[in-house]
């Protein structure tokens, strides 16, 4: 694979300014897939899964990225896909060892039940970044593969705050119970219940800076063609993000407590009409929250990642809208419901044609140029052993 030294350095530019002074190009990006098409391919892979005791499970994601990145087309060629299922399946198969330890050392030895957990929270790191390699190197685009060059200290480096919290909620707690050691029941409870809230609001302010530096690790490591990318949102950006997701989750509490309170006027105060309103109200939550809030959060990070990620020649944009997303996804859960799950490969391809279309890709200069020296030079092709033999594809 080619060293950091190859790559062209990242520029930052005023709006509408070219590095080179060359006109800047926009490749639309679309999907061909058909869910009729998808939906013989999935029930053939969830047949072949359930068979084969989920071991035919890599050779089916194979099978499954294949025909989503090969209907992919940026600028009216399409991506391609050049992973080996079978070193996918060293993946799975390691993975799954994990599973079985963990339930081996849990029935057999419970005291030492952590010790898996910890031997894959120390590997989870350069898993991940192995999975994110054979993603792109086996990914390609007009004969050109695609590379990750983020380099596995980085990789530690910015998932080691996610301890944080984990230490944190260690030690309040640690220091709650002593601290409560012979004090009255009541007060104990007091003292937990607040060592508990204060936890809760520290993971809450940590949380966008802890996402802040995945997508900068993850962004800033995507190559093509000499081109390395960088994520250029500022931490701000990653904080205004959660505030409206915090506003939007207050908007939909605020939602819930209002029909409640309708619900409670017209039905009455009684006792059995408490017993029907509770799981009314938790049904209507279980609807509203994701067919609401997820939809938001997912069009609101896509929007802030890609349309922050650029190279030197290469800048992406994203105009995720919110409100076809949650009528899409509103769409595809009663169709879900209402066939039993067989709606489910057309769910996939829908939200997948509405998520791609709405990105596009600019490029600065002579594209056809600068490809021909990349696919001379091979750039992207060689990969690291790790990500050759673990193989794992955790999604980007």
Not at 70 to 91: A, E, I, Q, S, Y
Not at 224 to 235: H, N, P
Not at 292 to 306: D, F, G
Request: charged residues 15%.
């Amino acid at each position: 694979m080619a060293q950091h030294d190859d790559f062209e350095a990242t520029e930052f530019l005023s709006e509408g300014r070219s590095p080179t002074g060359d006109p800047e190009r926009t490749l639309d990006i679309r999907f061909t897939g058909s869910g009729s098409e998808y939906f013989r391919i999935w029930i053939v892979n969830l047949l072949l899964t359930l068979v084969t005791f989920t071991l035919y499970w890599p050779f089916a994601r194979a099978r499954r990225l294949a025909y989503f990145q090969n209907n992919t087309l940026v600028g009216r060629d399409p991506l391609g896909f050049h992973g080996d299922p079978w070193k996918m399946f060293r993946g799975y198969v390691l993975m799954l060892m994990f599973g079985v330890s963990y339930w081996a050392v849990s029935n057999f030895a419970p005291s030492f039940a952590w010790l898996p957990l910890l031997v894959l929270a120390v590997l989870w790191p350069a898993l991940w970044r192995a999975s994110l390699q054979f993603r792109l190197r086996n990914t390609s685009w007009r004969g050109v593969r695609m590379a990750f060059e983020g380099d596995l200290q980085g990789a530690y480096l910015c998932m080691l705050p996610f301890f944080i919290p984990v230490l944190l909620m260690g030690v309040v707690f640690g220091v709650a119970a002593s601290t409560t050691r012979g004090a009255e029941e009541g007060e104990a409870g007091a003292a937990l219940a607040a060592a508990t809230g204060l936890t809760v609001l520290a993971i809450t302010a940590l949380s966008p800076w802890l996402l802040a530096r995945i997508k900068r690790y993850q962004h800033g490591g995507y190559a093509f063609a000499q081109e390395r990318t960088r994520l250029t949102a500022g931490l701000g950006a990653f904080y205004g993000f959660s505030f409206r997701v915090m506003g939007m989750s207050l908007l939909c509490s605020a939602l819930l407590a209002g029909v409640g309170g309708i619900v409670a006027a017209l039905v009455g105060a009684s006792a059995g009409a408490g017993m029907v309103l509770l799981p009314f109200l938790l049904a209507l939550a279980y609807l509203v929250f994701p067919l609401v809030l997820m939809p938001y959060t997912t069009s609101r990070l896509q929007n802030l990642v890609w349309g922050h990620t650029r190279s030197r020649r290469i800048g992406f944009e994203s105009q995720l809208r919110f409100a076809p997303l949650m009528r899409l996804t509103a769409k595809n859960w009663l169709l879900i419901a209402l066939t039993l799950g067989l709606y489910w490969p057309f769910a996939k391809v829908h939200t997948a044609r509405l998520r791609l279309e709405a990105m596009g890709v600019s490029v600065q200069g002579d594209l056809n140029a600068w490809l021909a020296r990349a696919q001379g030079a091979d750039k992207g092709i060689l990969g690291d052993a790790a990500g050759d033999f673990f193989g794992i594809d955790m999604g980007l």
